[in-house]
C-alpha cells in the first residue's frame, strides 16, 4: 500500500503536518527538501508548482496547505473536535487563523532576516512585523487566560499543533518576548509533547 507523500523543510511550516503525522501515528514517506526549494530544488516543480512546503500527496492529488493537511491527518481521531462539539467554529477558526493571521507576519521576518541576502535585509520591516505579530498573539494569551490546557475542547487537538507551531517559530526569530506567559507556558506543554520530539527528531534524518 502507498502511504500519502509529505513533501518538508526542516522547521518550515510543513513540521505542523510532521508533528500531526507523528501525534496522530501514520505512516507516510516523508521526503526532505532544503530550503527554500524554489531555490534548491527544481525538480520539486513538477509536484508543487507553487513550490512551497508542506506538498502532501496522496491518491494523485496535491495539498499544500498545512491546517487543512492536519486536517486531513486528524480525521477521525481525538486530534479534531467534531462537528457535534461545542468547541467547533472556535476550533475552526484557529486553523485558519494560524497561518492567514499569525504565520503571515513571521514569514515576512523570516525573508528579511534568513532568506533575503545581506544588501536586501531589512531591520525596520522585522520590527515592524514583530511588533505586528505581538499583536495578533494577544488573541491567545486571551484565550489561555482562563487557565486552560489546551485551545479548544480540553484536550490536545491540531488547534495546539497549527497555532503552537507559530508560536514556536516565533520564538526561533527572537519574538518570544512578544508572547504572554499563559501563551509560553502552553508553548512549553506543546514542545514537550513527545510528538512534537519525534517530528523534529525525524525530520534531521
Ligand atoms: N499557506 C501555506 C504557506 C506555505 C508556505 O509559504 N511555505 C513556506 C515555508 S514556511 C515556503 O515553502 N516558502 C518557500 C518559498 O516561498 O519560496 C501553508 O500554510 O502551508
Known sequence: MMHPILYHCADARSLRC????????MAVDLRLLQFPPRAFEPDYRAVNPLMTVPGW???????TESAAICERVAEGSSLEVRRDE????DYRNWLHRSDATLTFPLAIMIRYTRVEPAERRLAQAVEDYKAFFGGRAKSIEAAL????EWLVAERFT?????IGYAAFLATTLGADDVLGDATKAWLE???TRDGFRRARKRQRA
Open 18 to 25: 510532521l508533528w500531526a503525522v507523528e501525534e496522530a501515528g
Open 57 to 63: 500527496v496522496e491518491d494523485g492529488r496535491l495539498m
Open 86 to 89: 461545542a468547541d467547533y467554529w
Open 145 to 148: 487566560s482562563d487557565g486552560r
Open 158 to 162: 491540531i488547534a495546539d499543533i497549527v
Open 189 to 191: 506543554r506543546c514542545m
